[in-house]
């Protein structure tokens, strides 16, 4: 088999919620050993669920993201398939340890010495109070790569400040810039885009911290303030205020550019928006050609063919009408025909996709984008594939979604060279395990 | 020293996702060689622009995702060019190119030129759809990636349309997963040997990202469950995003530890009634509303920062909703120095976002601002060792353009 580019890379994933676990994720598809050391009596809440042990009333009540359980029960170990998370568990390994003691701490700085990258994002102070700080990382081993990702950063009046990536966006500016152009910003739902991009550069940050290291010997310290990290999406937003000092307001789905038309226009539907079947295309006019081929592929109306649409001031001119318009020839076709027309006219256009028909769709099918992946006690599903086509060193789930304490053996005896009889005492002394306490809600 | 400066990075890219990628790699150091054609990137033709002037130099998108690259003008439609191209994929250890598939191919500059060339470095090739598939050919926009592959079917009120996030947010999300393929692959190559073409698809970054697609796909095949369209308000106590004296702000999720949130509040009687600390109670939409009727009123006797200041205190998961203005005063930003200035020929000071992260050895710096258009062609090119001939033409190439 041929190597994966980061094989022989080892990182400790003490990582919690989405950010960092999917910089793990990453680093982990690319063939690092992402070992994720957890603690079987405490539980992090929004990391393998919202809860240990769901109430049934919260799988109803929560959106389907939060509750979709397998077959919409609990079962015996939730905490192994919460669908908010299970995915971002592939190709890690898992094993249980209480760090509050000093034994714990013991394994963990044993497991440091031979690991290149450690990996977190706690709330700030959480592993402070563990004792876990850079200092100690580098007394066990002192080239470690120490990447930790606070909301708003170590210093300054926010570092203490709780957040999800959610509440870093409204910080950022992002939840008043998106929506609605006439509504308001309590109609927005919520977005972990931030979540997205500091997991994304928490991966590139290991990586030119691992290229430094090879030429110069040294390890490091990283601190990606995960509201900082974000501000880069809203690039247009912060240059109009830092060059004209003007600020932006929602558009909804038109284009930043005030390229026309640019909208989500009704489809034909098989259903109401109350059980998600309601569907929409989406269409992008970003030259006159393509207004051209827009108007070829509505049949030439005579609305379309009046000349002063075929620049876009005259169209953004009479923008609205022609979103009417254009919602009036998509409403009774079909979203898919409606791509494939408008495409081969040279419109980019494509359904705006609820998530159950990406299953369907031919295109990733002939990517072959899902894998088919059994979890113990979940049973087999489908899966969503990884971002990017390796050829020579294909990326791939080289391991299903790990299970809590799942490389409980392998971490113990085989990496850190543990006896039987010691596994047994770690056991005796409850750092082994695959359940979290019956007493976790 | 920079950790990546010893990198050579070829960059074919252009608009938004590609530049994206390749000014991450320039920030940290690698010499980022940006060729455009005589007409220029599109993204110099993307405002907002300074003083709201169409200029090529002038386009504030392009100044950010450009900075610390240099910017070699080149008609690859021409031998010269192509022989330009050549001497400059030698020296690469990394070409990073996002045209149409098959565009590269047909100039005749693809992968496998490439690897005749410099058999050291991979391609990353980003493209809408993929190298591959039905819909290889199909062109996107940030509001088609995003509505296609993005979770946001699942985005706004159930009874109107889905809408998207602010400006390019989703490109900028593919621009840095494309990076961590462009690190993967210099490490293939670096570690092993490897050379590999890279296919990075727009659409697979959304449908394979962690903004909530992951969990949508997953969810429905473990429950036949579909993530319905709906505004958050609904999602706890308190959940969602309250007005409040002087603007909003976003307590999504902080339900999920009552505990601190009683805290905030000071422990008044009308949030300390046991119903509500039964946390399935807490997920019940009749119980949420009453509960968001007195916490309205107590959001509305307070600022948007002094509301953040109690949640902080109390460790409540809170964000008020600043503007642009809000955020780019702001002391806590400001005292970080997050903000970073460059002067630019054209626009002058310009500010921009700073670092990405904070990485004290070899880690971000601002070494240039955005290149002119083709400002550094006759540098580079001799740099590459580009014969006189060749270059005189590269040159009339570039000014014939210019003068059009």
């Known amino acids: 088999m041929s190597p994966k580019p980061l094989e022989g890379i080892r990182v400790i994933d003490l990582c919690v919620v989405w950010a960092g676990p999917f910089a793990t994720m990453l680093l982990a598809d690319l063939g690092a050993e992402v070992i994720k050391p957890e603690n079987p009596h405490v539980w992090q809440p929004m990391t393998r669920g919202a809860f240990a042990r769901p109430p049934q009333a919260y799988l109803m009540f929560a959106p389907a993201w939060g509750g979709g359980y397998p077959n919409n029960v609990p079962g015996e170990r939730p905490w192994n398939y919460c669908p908010t998370f299970v995915s971002l568990f592939r190709n890690k390994k898992s094993f249980t340890v209480d760090l509050r003691t000093p034994e714990g701490k013991e394994v963990l700085r044993r497991l440091v010495a031979i690991s290149d990258v450690v990996y977190e994002n706690n709330a700030t102070g959480t592993l402070e109070k563990l004792g876990i700080t850079y200092e100690w990382l580098r007394e066990a081993n002192e080239r470690i790569i120490f990447v930790r990702v606070p909301a708003y950063g170590n210093s300054g009046p926010y570092a203490e400040a709780r957040a999800l990536g959610i509440h870093l966006e409204a910080v950022m500016g992002h939840t008043l810039l998106r929506g609605y152009e006439d509504a308001d910003p309590s109609s927005n739902t919520a977005i972990y885009s931030g979540d997205y991009l500091a997991g994304a550069q928490g991966a590139f940050a290991v990586m030119a911290a691992l290229w430094h290291r090879e030429k110069t010997g040294e390890g490091q310290l990283i601190e990606i303030a995960q509201a900082e990290n974000a501000a880069a999406m809203f690039t247009q937003a912060i240059m109009e205020y830092s060059l004209n000092g003007r600020l932006l307001s929602p558009i909804g789905n038109r284009d930043i550019f005030g390229r026309y038309p640019c909208n989500v226009y009704p489809a034909k539907s098989p259903g109401t928006a109350e059980t998600a079947d309601d569907r929409w295309i989406a269409i992008s006019v970003e030259t006159d050609e393509q207004w051209k081929g827009l108007v070829e592929a509505m049949g030439n109306p005579d609305w379309a063919r009046d000349p002063a649409l075929a620049t876009n001031e005259g169209r953004k001119a009479r923008a609205a009408e022609i979103d009417q318009r254009i919602a009036e020839f998509t409403r009774e076709r079909d979203d898919y025909e409606l791509m494939h027309l408008l495409q081969q006219h040279g419109v980019p256009a494509a359904p705006v996709l609820e998530a159950s028909r990406m299953f369907s769709d031919p295109h990733l099918r002939a990517r072959n984008f899902f894998r088919k992946q059994t979890v113990e006690g979940a049973g087999t599903h489908e899966y969503v594939g990884p971002l990017w086509q390796f050829p020579a060193t294909p990326v791939e789930f080289y391991q299903p979604p790990v299970t809590l304490g799942e490389h409980n053996e392998y971490v113990y005896k085989e990496l850190l060279g543990f006896s039987d009889e010691q596994y047994e005492e770690f056991r005796a002394k409850g750092h082994i395990a695959t359940e979290f306490d019956p007493d976790i809600p | ?404």
């Open chain 2, 1 to 404: 020293m920079q950790a990546l400066d010893d990198l050579v990075v070829l960059d074919l890219t252009h608009h938004i996702a590609g530049p994206y990628a390749t000014r991450l790699l320039a920030d940290f150091g690698a010499d980022v060689i940006k060729v455009e054609p005589p007409w220029g990137d599109p993204a110099r033709r993307l405002g907002p622009f300074l003083g709201d002037d169409p200029h090529p130099e002038k386009s504030g998108t392009f100044f950010y995702l450009n900075c610390n690259k240099r910017s070699v003008v080149l008609d690859l439609r021409t031998e010269h060019g192509k022989r330009a191209l050549a001497a400059l994929a030698e020296r690469a250890d990394l070409v990073v190119e996002n045209f149409a598939p098959g565009t590269l191919d047909r100039l005749g500059v693809g992968w496998e030129f490439l690897q005749r060339v410099n058999p050291r470095a991979p391609l990353v090739s980003i493209s809408n759809f993929g190298q591959t598939g039905p819909y290889r050919d199909y062109l996107a926009s940030e509001l088609v990636i995003y509505g296609f592959a993005g979770e946001m079917y699942s985005m706004g009120e159930t009874d109107r349309e889905p809408v998207k996030m602010f400006g390019t947010a989703a490109l900028f999300e593919s621009g840095a997963a494309s990076v961590v393929a462009c690190m993967g692959a210099l490490f293939a190559a670096k570690r092993f040997g490897i050379a590999q073409h890279v296919d990075v698809s727009l659409a697979e970054t959304h449908f394979g990202g962690v903004d909530r697609r992951h969990a949508t796909a997953i969810a429905y095949q473990y429950s036949g469950r579909k993530t319905i369209r709906a505004a958050s308000r609904t999602s706890g106590m308190p959940g969602g995003i309250y007005p409040c004296a002087d603007g909003y702000v976003d307590f999504n999720n902080a339900s999920i530890r009552y505990d601190r949130v009683l805290d905030m509040l000071g422990y008044p009687d009308w949030a300390t009634d046991p119903k509500y600390q039964d946390p399935a109670m807490r997920m019940n939409p009749e119980v949420v509303e009453e509960w968001n009727l007195h916490f309205l009123q107590w959001c509305l006797e307070r600022t948007k920062r002094e509301i953040w200041e109690e949640a902080r205190r109390a460790k409540v998961l809170c964000g008020p909703l600043f503007t642009i203005e809000d955020l780019f005063h702001d002391e806590h930003f400001r005292g970080r120095g997050f903000w970073a200035t460059v002067e630019h020929p054209v626009m002058g000071k310009v500010t921009i976002p700073g670092r990405p992260f904070i990485m004290p050895k070899g880690g971000w710096q601002l070494r240039r601002p955005a290149p002119l258009l083709g400002q550094h062609t006759e540098e580079v090119l001799r740099e590459a060792g580009v014969s006189e001939e060749d270059l005189r033409l590269v040159l009339a190439d570039a000014r014939k353009e210019v003068s059009r």
